[in-house]
Nanobody
């Protein structure tokens, strides 16, 4: 029904920047809340940011002021711009698509921030 493919992960130095992308294929993109979540080894998956169709956003306190979520409805893409990266941002980052009729996850992309 829906496929999500993340890209843009990699190795970056602390205080550097990285932009993640999520390509959406399927139906109802413009009616779907898109989000980024992350999971570090030994930790629970946690919210990073979400963005609704109307543009409302929600961020984890740990990334406020550093990360920005955005979406391109014409291209069905979601982005996460990550600035001022810290080693504690190291995790697998997952794209999520959620609405009243479905909840899908991408395969994840690794982000590693070196000190």
């Amino acid at each position: 029904q829906v496929q999500l493919v993340e890209s843009g992960g990699g190795l970056v130095q602390a205080r550097g920047s990285l932009r993640l992308s999520c390509a959406f294929s399927g139906s109802l993109f413009s009616l779907t809340v898109m989000g980024w979540y992350r999971q570090a080894p030994g930790k629970q998956r946690e919210l990073v940011a979400t963005i609704a169709s109307g543009g409302n956003t929600n961020y984890a306190d740990s990334v406020k002021g550093r990360f920005t979520i955005s979406r391109d409805n014409a291209k069905k893409l979601v982005f996460l711009q990550m600035n001022s990266l810290k080693p504690e941002d190291t995790a697998v980052y997952y794209c999520n698509a959620r609405n009243p009729v479905y909840d899908f996850w991408g395969q994840g992309t690794q982000v590693t921030v070196s000190s």
